[in-house]
């Protein structure tokens, strides 16, 4: 595939300037007639701010994409980067274009991403869209999202040299790397931040890399040892911590950065059901809300099944000897 059907290779972070880590997207007219025109609210730095607030809302390649719906990054970006953020005006549409056309531009991505905004609004919004209707059109729902995240592996190898990167998962080598700087979009959480605070910086990284070590499935000894062994070694080995002081960083572990597309499906049809119930429409009969009932716990069960349906990728890390860099798949 030609080069200029990957995506955009975007370089920099939300704390750079987006046009001078991306200096080529400076040049098209739209942009700079943007900041012409946004000259009174900071030009080149408003704008800016603009496009990183939608890397974080639209981008498949950001850390949050697959563990969080729209609604919920929205309401991430306009509380922890950018409180005027509002994609459902009619100002932002242009700026949203362009990063489509521009930015994502690969049609797989596209598909994928506009696909996925629209169920998510008919999870929220259509009655008559049931947990059946809603799971039988997930299934092919999937398809785009395989096909998309492979278009975006296949461009991040082409540009970095840098295999099976997405979905993102944690980045980084316990023994080499501050988990924060390796990770940076975890800034985004006021629980990351209360926790350096708390902590202090060097200390906030070992205890969430302590985690990483008993409950993430890259981590080497996850699928080799019980989690206490994985406990003892942690504490003995890596970092003394007593892991029952910090159970709401656990919770946060494992609701966010564990988190993966088809548990925030499951979650948001679960939603959908009890709305269903709660609604109190008279087309929504018990009839109804057993086969939705039934399909929700079919869909659970392969959501949640951690002993079938998985394979199990092994990298040798670059920079983690003796370590091994691990993704799990859904077959």
Same mark, same amino acid.
């Given at each position: 595939? /030609? #080069?200029?059907?990957?995506?955009?290779?975007?370089?920099?972070?939300?704390?750079?300037?987006?046009f001078e880590a991306n200096p080529d997207l400076a040049k098209y007219p739209f942009i700079k007639t943007k900041i012409e025109e946004e000259e009174e609210n900071g030009g080149i730095d408003y704008v800016s701010k603009?496009?990183?607030?939608?890397?974080?809302?639209?981008?498949p390649r950001t850390f949050i994409y697959d563990k969080m719906t729209?609604?919920?990054?929205?309401?991430?970006?306009? /509380? #922890?980067?950018?409180s005027d953020f509002n994609p459902d005006q009619i100002g932002f549409q242009p700026y949203i274009n362009f990063y489509e056309e521009r930015i994502l531009k690969n049609e797989d991505v596209l598909y994928f991403t506009r696909l996925k905004r629209q169920y998510e609004r008919k999870i929220k919004n259509e009655t008559a869209f049931t947990i059946v209707k809603a799971v039988k059109e997930l299934r092919g729902f999937i398809m785009y999202s395989k096909k998309a995240y492979g278009m975006l592996n296949m461009a991040e190898q082409y540009y970095n040299r840098v295999k099976n990167r997405y979905p993102r998962k944690i980045d980084g080598d316990p023994e080499e790397h501050n988990f924060f700087t390796k990770n940076k979009e975890l800034f985004l959480f006021e629980e990351m931040n209360n926790l350096i605070?708390?902590?202090?910086?060097e200390n906030a990284s070992k205890i969430m890399w302590s985690f990483y070590h008993i409950l993430d499935p890259k981590s080497f000894y996850f699928d080799k040892t019980t989690r206490e062994e994985r406990e003892k070694r942690c504490i003995e080995k890596f970092y003394?911590?007593?892991?029952?002081d910090y159970l709401d960083i656990e919770d946060f572990y494992k609701k966010l950065i564990l988190m993966d597309e088809e548990q925030v499906n499951y979650n948001e049809l679960k939603k959908k059901m009890d709305f269903l119930i709660m609604s109190g429409s008279k087309n929504y009969d018990v009839l109804k809300a057993s086969e939705d009932r039934e399909e929700l716990l079919k869909y659970k069960t392969a959501v949640f099944n951690d002993s079938e349906g998985f394979s199990q990728v092994v990298i040798q890390g670059k920079v983690q000897p003796g370590l091994m860099a691990r993704r799990i798949i859904r077959e």
């Open positions: 595939m /030609r #080069s200029d059907e990957h995506p955009y290779n975007l370089h920099g972070y939300i704390t750079d300037n987006f603009i496009m990183w607030s939608l890397y974080l809302f639209l981008d729209y609604d919920e990054k929205r309401m991430l970006v306009v /509380r #922890s980067y950018n605070s708390k902590e202090g910086a003394k911590i007593d892991f029952t």
